[in-house]
């Protein structure tokens, strides 16, 4: 068998998390024979972003976060970012069954469980946002499901822990969607490597740090990976390469050299949770429970209480409190941010550093926050709850994008987009939220963008629509063909809901 450093894959992913696991097992299935070799500088596959305790799990499908939903000058709410994350969920809820039904995943309910989502809002101003909201969403057959009702009783019902002890004399409303998920990234994670590990065309290799991303005058990348453990240094040639390494993704892509990124900065933001595991009160929230996010703050840090279901057990999670860290990773340097900075992106940076002087300060306060004050929030949620039921976890970092608007004005964005090259034999995903849930759009939206070749040569095709039941049906206009996918993948994965 070939030495590492003799090979010449034709695929290169660096970083061993969902969005990397992810399009190397959709490939696989378009085509076996593809080389593939990942590498990860952890000593295990999904540690960072992807690990269970570093996000929340919720199955993003613009259910319940009121961030996917601004409310216009006029009154109105524009549902638009809500159905484009809704119907980008159902890829991965195609994806999934497919696996389940081919037996790359043994047992769904590893990763994924059926979890109501719901929006909780107080006062009357929000209650009348939410209503405004609710009254947008019904309408349209991809929420044709949710209910809303401003009824203490009713919302009690739905989520008994943030309505015991309530003052329900200020107005309270509520949205609910059934069949909402949890989702266990990490494990999904797990699950795939461990097929791929089957593959003799793939190979994954821990405890590698890439060092060097060059461009040979052939045409092709130079990928070079340093052992952490023994510091030996192994240097591959690909044709195309994937980077799917959370936080330390812009690094790399500047590291590449492709003037497409040459513009782009980060901006770091850090958090924390409060968590409790006591069975007596886990057993009685069954739910993902979102609210709406103080003015100024980011998007990530929208507050919502949260049923977990990590390693089969049940438990409740709070948050997230947002910070700032120079990190790009939890397992990253102090000085990630600063060694990110460029001659041609410090302007973006500093333009959308004093655009967003609010978001600042929010930070600086987050930071600076007492236990009794996080506390406080929780209160807001869960009226009855007792500090010593709780405790501290750190959560995933996160870096958010920073592009040039307009000239060399940066623009801080929130949400997940890829960079490419001109040629596209080099792609890099960035951003946040809604992140994993949309792994399955990602890899699909690199499969046709960086080969379409093969899509047209017609190989390629079959096969995704076999993977992808729906593939090329836009289900926010085609209703019944969105009601029987969502049926199907429902009954395979084991996500639907229960009646009450």
């Known amino acids: 068998m070939p030495s590492l450093s003799s090979l010449c894959p034709d695929i290169v992913l660096i970083g061993a998390g969902i969005m990397s696991s992810t399009l190397a097992a959709l490939l696989r299935e378009l085509d076996p024979s593809l080389s593939m070799v990942m590498f990860e500088t952890l000593s295990d596959c999904g540690q960072e972003s992807s690990y269970a305790w570093n996000n929340a799990g919720t199955g993003h499908a613009g259910n319940c976060e009121l961030n996917y939903t601004p409310q216009r000058a006029d009154g109105s709410v524009d549902i638009s970012k809500a159905l484009a994350v809704n119907t980008e969920f159902d890829l991965s809820r195609q994806l999934w069954a497919h696996w389940v039904r081919e037996g790359r995943i043994a047992d769904p309910a590893a990763f994924v469980q059926p979890c109501p989502h719901i929006s909780l809002v107080w006062g009357a101003e929000n209650v009348a946002f939410l209503k405004a909201r609710y009254e947008a969403m019904v309408a349209h057959h991809c929420f044709a499901d949710m209910e809303y009702s401003d009824d203490p009783a009713v919302i009690a019902q739905w989520a008994p822990l943030a309505m015991a002890g309530r003052d329900t004399t200020q107005p309270i409303a509520a949205t609910r969607i059934k069949e909402g998920t949890d989702v266990n990234f990490g494990a999904l994670t797990h699950a795939l490597t461990a097929s791929l590990k089957t593959d003799r065309n793939v190979s994954i290799h821990y405890n590698h740090r890439v060092t060097d991303l060059t461009r040979t005058e052939g045409g092709r990348w130079r990928v070079t990976a340093t052992d952490t453990e023994s510091g030996h240094a192994t240097t591959v040639l690909t044709r195309f390469v994937f980077i799917g390494a959370g936080g330390n993704a812009l690094p790399l892509l500047q590291a590449s050299g492709i003037p497409e990124a040459s513009h782009y900065a980060g901006f770091p933001v850090s958090g924390l949770w409060l968590r409790c595991t006591d069975p007596a009160i886990t057993r009685q929230h069954h739910a993902k429970v979102y609210g709406k996010a103080p003015v100024g703050s980011p998007p990530m840090s929208v507050p ?160 995704l629509r076999q993977v992808f039941p729906a593939y090329g049906v836009d289900l926010t206009r085609d209703a019944a063909a969105c009601a029987t996918l969502r049926q199907h993948t429902a009954r395979v994965l084991g996500i639907a809901s229960e009646a009450g």
Not at 424 to 451: E, H, K, N, T, Y
């Open 304 to 463: 919502h209480l949260d049923t977990r279901v990590i390693d089969g057990k049940s438990c409740l999670l709070f948050g997230p409190y947002a910070g700032f860290s120079t990190k790009f990773l939890k397992s990253g340097s102090w000085t990630d941010y600063f060694r990110s900075l460029t001659p041609k992106n410090i302007i973006p940076a500093l333009t959308a550093g004093k655009d967003n002087l609010g978001l600042l300060d929010y930070l600086v306060k987050q930071v600076i926050q007492t236990n009794e004050a996080r506390f406080r929030a929780l209160l807001d949620f869960y009226p009855t709850a007792r500090p010593e039921d709780w405790s501290k976890v750190v959560a995933g970092q996160r870096v958010q994008i920073i592009r040039p608007d307009s000239g060399l004005h940066g623009k801080l964005r929130f949400g997940t987009e890829l960079v490419k090259n001109a040629d596209r034999s080099l792609v890099a995903v960035l951003g946040a939220s809604p992140g994993a849930s949309i792994a399955a759009s990602v890899a699909l939206q690199v499969v046709q963008d960086c080969f379409p070749e093969r899509l047209m040569e017609g190989d390629w095709l079959p096969r």
